[in-house]
């Protein structure tokens, strides 16, 4: 059974050891824009005053993503963020970071801002983006109401745009639950080509 | 027999039919999923006992043979020792990642020391299902 | 001004100062969702990025 979830809801989750020890919690969430699959996550300490951590987290290091916590054999499976981020991407500052950009047709028409993007993570153990929840701008006709966005139907993303087909907004979902029909009736498409 | 039951008991010598002390608390090794040693408090000896120094885990007394066997905690079990590996009151995470609630007792066999429930207000939980303790969770093996 | 007045005074600062540093970290802490640009569809992104 694959899961919807918001990476809203993800940030800040614990990571726990086996042992039982939160040795850290997720910062940053970082994905591919061509397919969606998620590479890893950057960490952040624990403590009350703690800042961020040099360490970051591999996809293929997770044992479990729950609803309460990320959940990893030990601590020596945290790897160098370097690893985890691309070298062009500058982490702390907006660049990269999708969440606030803007969602705009290749026609050059801005059809919201990005306010969360939401995960799949499917019992294979693969965990991908499967869309964007976009703050609806004017164009869009939905007066500033939220709208989800599946992946398959952008372009491209970057910290500053997320670029969208001019006939995207034909496709935007008004609720999470449409949006998972959605994405599962992309997904049963895709298999069968594949 | 209950952990919360157990905590207070008199601890006697058969030697000396003397109380000894009183349990404290039970240290619990998370990966064979037994009791291996019980603390125990107001001893005049040492403040841990090794189960295996146990003569017997009785519903009103536990027995020992005599006051000799209380020692200071070995390496072993100085480990498995502290709040951050008391399991009971601990919040308890699935290998899923899903927090279940947090421990609200624990069944053990006065037997053999064998925990074999986890008691959770939202149900109970096979002890053989314990992996670790920790500072921030007991975690268990998902369903 | 008296010294406790001074103490006062030293006493708020440091409250101020440690929820200052308290914010920041937070900020720091907080996190994103990152796109690494450098793939694409025909670059898939290598085992363990």
């Known amino acids: ?194 | 027999m209950l952990y919360t039951q157990v905590k207070g008991r008199k601890v006697v010598s058969t030697g000396t039919a003397e109380t000894v002390g009183r349990v404290a608390d039970l240290v619990i090794d998370p990966r064979s999923h037994t009791v291996v040693a019980v603390t125990v408090r107001g001893s005049g000896h040492g403040d841990t006992v090794l189960w295996s120094d146990i003569t017997a885990f009785g519903t009103d007394a536990v027995t020992v043979p005599d006051g000799e066997v209380l020692k200071g905690a070995n390496d072993a079990v100085k480990e498995l020792s502290g709040t951050a590996h008391d399991v009971l009151g601990k919040r308890v995470l699935t290998t899923d990642g899903e927090q279940l609630g947090s421990v609200s007792d624990i069944d053990f066999d006065p037997q053999s020391g064998a925990v074999t429930v986890l008691v959770l207000p939202s149900g109970d939980i096979a002890g053989s299902r314990l992996v670790g303790v920790g500072p921030y969770a007991a975690i268990v093996h998902a369903a | ?49």
Request: proline share 4%; charged share 20%; net charge negative.
């Open chain 3, 1 to 49: 001004m008296e010294w406790w007045g001074w103490l006062l005074v030293i006493l708020v600062v440091a409250v101020l100062a440690v929820a200052a540093f308290w914010l920041i970290q937070r900020r720091r802490r907080a996190g994103g969702v990152i796109v690494d640009s450098s793939v694409s569809p025909g670059n898939p992104p290598q085992e363990g990025l």
């Open chain 1, 1 to 194: 059974m694959s899961r919807l979830m918001r990476t809203s809801e993800v940030i800040g989750r614990p990571v726990v050891t086996l042992n039982g020890q939160d040795i850290a919690q997720i910062k940053d969430v970082v994905y591919s824009a061509g397919g969606g699959a998620v590479g890893g996550f950057t960490l952040a300490g624990r403590g009350l005053f703690s800042g961020p951590l040099k360490q970051g987290l591999s996809w293929s290091a997770v044992m479990a993503l729950g609803p309460d916590a990320v959940m990893i054999r030990d601590e020596d499976v945290v790897s160098s963020v370097t690893g985890i981020l691309d070298a062009s991407v500058r982490p702390g500052g907006s660049g990269g970071n999708v969440l606030g950009s803007e969602v705009l047709t290749d026609t050059g028409i801005l059809l919201g801002t990005v306010v969360d993007v939401i995960l799949e993570v499917s019992e294979r153990r693969t965990c991908d983006v499967v869309g964007y929840e976009v703050s609806a701008s004017e164009a869009l006709g939905t007066h500033s109401a939220k709208v989800f966005l599946p992946l398959p139907d952008t372009l491209s993303a970057s910290g500053e745009h997320v670029m969208v087909p001019a006939a995207a907004k034909d496709f935007v979902a008004h609720d999470l639950a449409g949006f998972g029909a959605a994405v599962k009736a992309f997904r049963k498409n895709l298999e069968g080509q594949g």
